[in-house]
């Protein structure tokens, strides 16, 4: 992991997904980048070019200013000369200026805050950070506000018993050992589900395979609500980061995914959130 994305709105909500930022990017010796997407609304749009190219170049001077001093007003290491590279880009879809500059880049993973405090749009209109969690090809790290993380010590996996929750462990794996951080993997299964400790066993043997850092421990449950126990799972061993597989309805726990259980856990802002997309971990 050599390239990390971090993008603001200048928001409080922001300020502590940049310093979990800064602190894997510090651990890893990766290259911190920062971005902010601005919108020029189409009504400035001028007939006359010239026009609309100064409040254009205007814009982005002012967007530069205020996130050069949004990273001194958080950022210890500005003052030491090793700040972050600094991206100003305009785009009506926040998300899409932000994945399009990490395509670019080559970020290995994209931290963002949990914006705003409005579940209702949150629900139905879709945050930035809902929407990359959906679109993204790279990890991303959405951060509660009441985030004060400075390194995981553990690691809580939600997994299916599949195929690519394998892969997505590897991935952790690649960071985890840098901060000697614990991974717990559980599984919460439905009463109904009499087959599950036996995939448990074939999971373990598969993942004993591909995957050799060893700081991995593995929980069972059984339960009829699963967000509920999840939850209290994650209380119970004190989890720093909750990391999730994307999915999209085919699973071998059904009343896990049925309510997507990412973007639940996403609006509980209990910690900071981890997600892959299939398609993030070379899975088409």
């Known amino acids: 992991m050599k390239t990390i994305l971090y993008a603001t709105d200048y928001s409080d909500n922001s300020i502590s997904a ?45 967007h530069r200013e205020k996130l050069d001093a949004f990273c001194w007003k958080y950022l210890d290491r500005m003052e030491d000369g090793k700040g972050p590279v600094i991206h100003v880009v305009e785009n009506s879809i926040e998300s899409d200026g932000i994945l399009e500059k990490a395509e670019e880049i080559g970020a290995d993973l994209i931290f963002v805050g949990m914006t705003g405090s409005n579940i209702v749009k949150d629900l139905f209109i879709g945050s930035t950070a809902t929407a990359l969690i959906e679109k993204s090809t790279v990890p991303v790290m959405s951060v509660p506000q009441t985030s004060r993380l400075s390194g995981p010590n553990t690691i809580v996996y939600a ?67 699963v967000f ?22 085919h699973t071998l ?28 971990i070379g899975i088409s």
């Open 18 to 62: 940049l310093k979990l930022a800064d602190v894997f990017c510090k651990k890893l010796d990766a290259k911190l980048h920062v971005i902010h997407v601005f919108d020029i609304s189409a009504t400035f749009i001028s007939t006359v070019s010239l026009a609309y190219a100064r409040l254009e170049e205007a814009a982005f001077n002012s």
């Open 159 to 225: 997994t299916a018993f599949e195929e690519a929750d394998v892969l997505a462990i590897e991935k952790i794996s690649e960071f985890a050992s840098a901060f000697d951080t614990e991974i717990k993997l559980i599984h919460v299964s439905t009463k109904k589900e009499y087959a599950a400790e036996d995939q448990m066993l074939w999971f373990k043997e598969m993942l004993k395979e591909k995957v050799t850092y060893k700081n991995i421990s593995f929980e069972f449950r059984f339960s009829d609500d």
């Open 228 to 249: 509920k126990t999840l939850k209290d799972y994650l209380k119970e061993v004190d989890a720093d980061i909750l990391a999730m597989l994307e999915r999209e309805g």
């Open 253 to 280: 726990i059904p009343n896990l995914w049925h309510f997507d259980l990412v973007k639940r856990m996403k609006l509980e802002r209990l910690l900071p959130l981890l997600s892959y997309q299939k398609k993030s």
